[in-house]
């Protein structure tokens, strides 16, 4: 049963110091031992998505780490939708909840639901470009740590993995991988019913249609700017007579699509589907090393590039051990824990750190061997449209296609 | 000197624990109807594309399997008691009564899937398939596989608080009286069952079939495992809607609920419309006796529904233990234990399962003793409705409630809190269960305990409670079971931070690893299971030995 952590007057005056410090970072910098003197003894509950084990057994790994080197009990609350903890926070605002009164106090978060807490003010911050290992992260090849879905994170998250669109497909049913959303209709074409992507607005289901959109829209700038009705309308001009033509090929003729990506991949690995889509380029790889799948899956990306981005952690403006959560995001870029967390043995979730910058002891933690599923030939990253083109999207799909 | 009469002083025990269980009740319900009515969230519920789709396979799926589980169980009884075999049909039940509906759905869904079991075993060698052929078997369009998962769910509570009734002395040896005494006025003994026993069963039994009836029309974890999904049902779209991360979405989730609870409002005035014209159709008999020659076969429907459980049951056993497992192989290509191993790294989970579930049925079960004991029948029939509102709210709707009161109490992520929340939803059950045995208890044996001089408690304890101890345990377990099958309540007001085996199983079914989502449901399953066998334990008759003369 979790304790609550019973704060004492000296590590709360602890705590407000460094929440003040770190609105300024030259004073963060050299108050970050007061920080990791704060932390020590809190409890930081960490709200983060739990529906797969290897997630589950990289947090309690990271929950044994910095007990052991800082002193903070890290509890992990599991949950299956973020938006679950949006809703939370914002109840508990409307509830007249003040500072360091809340129930979660590290979130797993990125796209809208970032862009929803930092438009209402339910983030604490900015503290993530202060923390010490943040000067390791690839900001300038990986700009989408500082940019969440076209949203500036302005410090009010921190980076932890990197995502980018991925299919999969066990090779000796599909022998031949289709390299664009247009050869992905001419293989439906070709064998009806054996393609489909999650119902909108499951996460991986938009992501579907937002790659479909990236590669039909005229003018790609564009996507990047808030979202207008004008824009919307010319953007997407392409993608609905696409989506039309695919429909009728898909899985149950496209009248019915399944609930999520794991059940999709789960008929995949039956037989039922052909392909199956992630945003983890790993993930064959894992259900591979865990025996789920077969050797001859294969991953791959579209040749002109799919679209990818970064999740981070965020801290609610009223989580009680700012302090602990802070130690805790800045655990999660150190070198050893990143590594650990793109090795495909653990996780295998892409870094955002600089790896060929890092000192060669610490570059060689990422080494790793040629398992099978690992995508052979990367593509390009293509940044997600602006997080306001999200919601606009699965209105107008769900009028399609949702009924 | 006593102040107080013995009346009035049951009546300020009743009045006292009717606040105790009213107040809450009101309040979390109240709570959920002030969400629940914004009138832009209703505007925004009656222009969304999907609501009439989805309103009307609520009503379809809700009322079908309502009708077949109440058809079912009745023809399951009338066998049972005409044959004189009541005790072999119960002899199952608390296996299928253990058995989570989640965990119920997501095996039938192994079974019934193109690429599932059934196909497997005929392919290719009969069919010729050696993909998963495109049928809509699962999550199809018409709701059909969410009405079978649900019937085969409800039959076995209807049959078991059934058989609460048929657990009263007094009830059994009347009707078996009567039963005979149809007989002998020329009525073959299934005609007699079904004209003059089962409408007084029918009667008895309302509670019970509007909560069947309530849970087919709202059910949101088995509807989103095997019900349709393009729309799905109102109750799954409620769910959706109340995860959106934005409030207006929030509450247009909540009047959905609102209008589920008006929905159920509506087919149960219907049904127990119906049911009563049929009732009077009946009282008019015209003394058709009807032939003695249908010889009934085999007990086919009641193998087929134990068959379906133990396939069920066998289709999660093997899933948790599998590994690549592709269409059409009958096993699985490799195995793994690492579900298995993952089960027993979460014992915490089990942990707060248990005190949850063993601490809300205890409060539970010592309130509806004290209830059954001290409030007035009056009171008591008067009452009900408000004690079963958990039991005809839909559940999207309650938590609601629930989650609003519990900030404002500032209970989430408490462990109080949750227990409160539990006991709530345990409640009803609790009293359900128990009332039949307890109401049903031979006065006469009060009587002769005041004629020998003996004290109310020692009634109590000596001869009344031990003499209800089947009762009182089977009672226990049902709120035990209840308990560990609850989710929504667990999540929202535990603030996430109390991880029971149902929300780990949930949250890892959505992950979809068959193995994971197998292996939990198949300890979601256990648990309950052992409060049954301990229940039954328990509740075994007393031996008194008797000194050799």
């Known amino acids: 049963m979790p304790q ?400 | ?132 052929p495109p049928w809509p078997t699962t999550q199809d369009p018409w709701g059909l596989g969410l009405i079978a998962a649900l019937v085969i769910k409800e039959i076995p509570f209807l049959l078991w608080t059934a058989a609460t009734q048929l657990q009263r002395d007094d009830v059994r040896q009347r009707w078996r009286a009567e039963h005979a005494l149809a007989q002998t006025l020329g009525y073959a003994p299934r005609r007699a069952f079904w004209l003059v026993l089962w409408p007084q069963l029918a009667t008895r039994l309302r509670w019970p079939l509007l909560a069947v009836l309530a849970y087919g029309l709202t059910v949101v974890d088995m509807a989103l495992v095997i019900g349709p999904a393009s729309p799905p049902t109102l109750a799954v779209l409620a769910w959706q809607w109340l995860q959106d991360a934005d409030p207006a979405t929030y509450t247009q989730g909540a009047a959905a609920g609102v209008l589920l609870a008006l929905m159920v409002l509506a087919c149960s005035a219907f049904w127990l419309g119906a049911q009563r014209l049929q009732r009077q159709a009946l009282a008019h008999g015209h003394g058709v006796r009807g032939s003695t020659a249908r010889t009934p076969g085999t007990d086919i429907g009641l193998w087929l529904l134990v068959g379906v459980y133990a396939a069920v049951l066998l289709a999660l056993a093997v899933g948790s233990v599998s590994g690549v497992w592709a269409f059409p192989a009958v096993w699985p290509q490799s195995f793994t234990n690492a579900a298995w191993a993952q089960v027993m790294q979460s014992s915490g989970t089990v942990l707060t399962t248990l005190w949850l579930a063993a601490g809300s049925s205890a409060v539970a079960l010592l309130w509806s003793v004290a209830w059954l004991e001290l409030a007035p029948r009056r009171w008591d029939d008067a009452l009900r409705p408000l004690l079963y509102l958990p039991l005809v709210l839909p559940a999207v709707l309650w938590v609601v409630g629930l989650y609003g009161v519990g900030l404002q109490l500032r209970l989430e992520g408490q462990a109080s809190g949750l227990l409160i929340a539990h006991t709530l939803m345990v409640l009803p059950y609790v009293l359900l269960a128990l009332s039949p045995a307890y109401l049903g208890f031979d006065p006469r044996y009060a009587q002769l305990n005041a004629s020998l001089g003996r004290s109310g408690w020692a009634f109590l304890l000596r001869v009344k409670w031990p003499l209800l101890k089947r009762a009182l345990a089977s009672a226990a377990a049902v709120g035990f079971a209840v308990s560990v099958a609850q989710y929504l309540p667990t999540l929202y007001v535990g603030a996430g931070r109390f991880a029971s085996v149902t929300t780990e199983a949930v949250t890892l079914a959505s992950g979809g690893q068959r193995s994971l989502t197998s292996a939990y449901a198949g300890l979601q399953l256990a648990l309950p299971m052992l409060a049954f066998a301990l229940a039954a334990w328990l509740g075994r008759p007393r031996r008194f030995t008797h000194p050799v003369a």
């Open chain 1, 4 to 403: 609550h952590p019973t704060a004492h007057l000296s590590r709360r005056q602890l705590l407000l110091a460094a929440g003040a410090a770190s609105l300024s970072p030259a004073w963060a910098q050299s108050t970050w031992p007061a920080i990791e003197q704060a932390a020590r003894g809190q409890t930081v509950f960490w709200n983060a998505w739990a529906g797969s084990e290897q997630t589950n057994a990289y947090l309690q790994w990271v929950a044994q780490q910095v007990q052991t080197s800082h002193g903070v009990k890290l509890q992990h609350v599991k949950i299956t939708d973020t938006a679950d903890v949006v809703k939370r926070v914002r109840a508990e605002k409307a509830a007249g909840r003040t500072a360091s009164e809340g129930t979660v106090d590290l979130v797993w978060i990125n796209g809208e639901n970032f862009a929803a807490m930092k438009r209402e003010g339910l983030l604490f911050g900015p503290w993530a470009e202060t923390l010490p290992h943040f000067k390791l992260v690839d900001v300038a090849g990986k700009p989408t740590t500082l940019n969440d879905f076209s949203v500036p994170t302005d410090g009010m998250e921190s980076p932890w993995g990197m995502a980018q669109f991925t299919l999969f497909a066990d090779s000796k049913r599909l022998p031949q991988q289709p390299q664009s959303m247009q050869a992905l209709l001419t293989l439906a074409r070709a064998q009806p019913g054996r393609i489909t992507h999650p119902r909108l607005p499951d996460f991986h289901g938009t992501t579907f249609i937002k790659q479909a959109l990236v590669e039909f829209a005229p003018d790609a700038k564009a996507l990047a700017q808030p979202v207008t009705d004008a824009a919307f309308a010319t953007q997407t001009a392409a993608l609905w007579p696409f989506l039309d033509a695919l429909r009728p090929h898909l899985w149950r003729a496209g009248k019915q699509f399944p609930q999520n990506a794991a059940a999709v991949r789960q008929m995949m690995a039956d037989g039922e589907l052909l392909l199956a889509i992630t945003f983890n380029p790993n993930e064959a790889a894992n259900e591979i090393a865990a025996k789920r799948l077969p050797t001859s899956v294969v991953s791959w990306q579209f040749e002109k590039g799919t679209i990818g981005n970064t999740h981070f952690v965020a801290i609610p403006y009223n989580a009680r051990a700012k302090a602990g959560a802070q130690v805790v995001a800045n655990f999660l870029l150190s070198p050893a824990a990143q590594a650990r967390k793109a090795d495909i043995a653990h996780w295998g979730d892409p870094t955002v750190l600089d790896v060929a910058r890092l000192p060669a002891a610490d570059r060689a933690l990422f080494q790793t061997g040629n398992q099978p599923g690992l995508v052979a030939k990367g593509a390009p990253t293509l940044p997600e449209p602006h997080a306001s083109w999200v919601d606009p999207l699965e209105k107008e799909w769900a009028r399609r296609y949702g009924v």
């Open chain 2, 1 to 132: 000197m006593r102040l107080l009469s013995h009346a009035s002083f049951r009546r300020l025990g009743a009045g006292a624990l009717l606040a105790l269980a009213a107040v809450p009740l009101l309040w979390t319900a109240l709570e959920a109807l002030r969400t629940g009515s914004h009138s832009a969230a209703w505007r925004s519920l009656a222009q969304d594309p999907a609501l009439v789709h989805a309103a009307l396979l609520t009503l379809w799926t809700g009322l079908a399997s309502t009708l077949l589980a109440w058809w079912g169980a009745a023809a399951l009884l009338a066998r049972g008691f005409v044959r004189q075999r009541l005790a072999r049909l119960l002899r199952g039940l608390p296996v299928m009564l253990a058995t989570p509906h989640a965990a119920l759905a997501i095996g039938f869904l192994f079974l019934l899937a193109p690429s599932g079991w059934l196909l497997r075993a005929l392919s290719p060698w009969l069919t010729g398939f050696d993909s998963p």
